[in-house]
């Protein structure tokens, strides 16, 4: 079945470094969303990218979807502490299954 | 308010105690679905439902049941715990019956489920 890698599984930032997480699909998607779940939290919708290339931007975030539309990444520009939680990458292959990837812990050191 | 609305949020129960984890959202949504999330492993799908008294098994189903008789409600049935289904429990729903395109998945606020 699909398979949703998501590396690294964790990662501790100085504030002000900047981080990045990366997605790697066994098959080729359809989209791919990316989730935030913060410490005690539930996951929340972040964004979703469609088009093979594509590239969004919400404020220090920027996400990218591969040309081949199997990986995606996420990085995150001068993080704040305000940036600690989980970030998770899902994506939806061609049977509209949806699959997420294990998440990437985020942990700010102010 | 739009919402995912899971109960109870916190249980302590005993092996083979038949619990059930109830999930209502007030979207009108379609699609409704429960994760699982543990350390290092993400968020694996036990069940889903596209439509009412339409289910199928995620990834993980193996130990669950669950029902569609509502649009509005999908719960999760344990019959005989096990500590191995000691987890975090996350319901979701989406709009339409498709997960692509526009829709997206909005969580309830989980259930943290330990079994003795």
């Known amino acids: 079945g699909q398979q949703v890698m998501q590396i690294p599984q964790y990662q501790h930032v100085q504030e002000g470094e900047d981080f990045t997480t990366y997605c790697n699909s066994s098959t080729t998607l359809s989209n791919i969303q990316w989730y935030k779940q913060r410490p005690g939290g539930h996951p929340v919708f972040l964004i979703q990218?469609?088009?093979?290339?594509e590239v969004k931007k919400q404020k220090r975030l920027t996400f990218q979807f591969g040309e081949a539309k199997k990986n995606s990444s996420l990085h995150i520009t001068a993080t704040q502490t305000t940036d600690v939680g989980t970030y998770f990458c899902?994506?939806?292959?061609?049977?509209?299954?949806?699959?997420f990837g294990g998440g990437t812990r985020l942990m700010v050191k102010p | 308010e739009a919402q995912v609305t899971q109960n109870p949020r916190y249980l302590i129960t005993v092996t083979g105690k038949k619990l059930t984890v109830t999930c209502s959202q007030n979207m009108n949504h379609e699609y409704m679905s429960w994760y699982r999330q543990d350390p290092g492993l993400g968020l694996r799908q036990i069940y889903y439902?596209?439509?009412?008294?339409?289910?199928d098994k995620g990834d993980v189903p193996e130990g669950y049941k669950v029902s569609r008789k509502e649009k509005r409600n999908f719960p999760l049935i344990l019959e005989s715990p096990s500590p191995n289904q000691t987890s975090l429990y996350f319901c979701?729903?989406?709009?339409?019956?498709?997960?692509?395109?526009?829709?997206?998945?909005?969580f309830g606020a989980g259930s943290r489920l330990t079994v003795l």
């Open positions: 899902a994506g939806t292959n061609a049977g509209n299954m949806l699959t």
């Open positions: 979701a729903s989406s709009a339409g019956t498709k997960l692509w395109g526009a829709n997206v998945l909005t």
């Open positions: 439902s596209m439509n009412v008294e339409v289910t």
């Open positions: 990218l469609v088009k093979s290339g």
